[in-house]
């Protein structure tokens, strides 16, 4: 069986230090949606300067994390970029937290992906009437108290994982097939951690 594509796992601490900026969170997201984009067109979505986004998307592609797309450019003088892995990225915290330094960088870079995802779903929740009662209806939030272990814990993330890759998937044959009808992105938020009551 072939293995599952992997996230890019950051373990450079340099690397990682480049999401503390929470811009640089909001253009990688916007990137990986739109597929691809100039600095102009994401400048106009985060309300910024061109020169500004540009200045972002040039530190985010020296660590690797978006690259130029090739072949976008009518007259060479527009740089169109892509998120460098379609399969994101992510990071253990063990990896980069051994020092003061990286536990601060872990902790501030989690702490920003939270308060992003969170302001996405508040943003939905605001404008859910607008969705209509098809998509208010399958949208969901859950949460499940469970008992595990640290390992199965683990296992329950790469089960989660494969789901989510097998949907999206799905959903990238669809629009290459042209079938766009109905066809909205949608984010899936997924939280697996210990706590003691």
């Known amino acids: 069986m072939p293995k599952e594509p992997q996230p890019d796992r950051i373990t450079d601490l340099s690397r ?4 503390t900026n929470p811009l640089r969170v909001q253009l990688y997201r916007l990137l ?21 986004v540009s200045y972002h998307l040039r530190k985010l592609a020296e660590q690797g994390f978006v690259t130029e797309a090739s072949g976008r450019s009518s007259d060479g ?28 960088t872990v902790n501030a870079v989690t702490k920003g992906l939270v308060d992003s995802r969170a302001a996405q779903y508040r943003a939905y929740l605001d404008q859910s ?15 499940w108290m469970l008992d595990l272990t640290a390992a199965e814990l683990a ?10 890759r097998r949907w999206r998937e799905r959903g990238k044959a669809a629009r290459a097939a042209g079938d766009t009808s109905g066809r909205e992105h949608v984010s899936v938020h997924l939280y697996g951690f210990p706590f003691r009551p």
């Open 16 to 19: 990682l230090k480049a999401f």
């Open 32 to 52: 990986y949606v739109a597929g691809s984009a100039t600095a102009s067109q994401l400048a106009e979505q985060v309300d910024q300067a061109p020169s500004l």
């Open 155 to 164: 296992e329950l993330e790469d089960e989660l994982q494969a789901v989510s």
């Open 129 to 143: 009437a607008a969705w209509g009662g098809e998509w208010t209806d399958a949208a969901f939030s859950s949460e």
């Open 77 to 104: 003088r527009e740089r169109w970029w892509q998120v460098a892995s379609e399969e994101g990225w992510g990071f253990r915290e063990s990896d980069l937290s051994g020092t003061p330094e990286g536990a601060a």
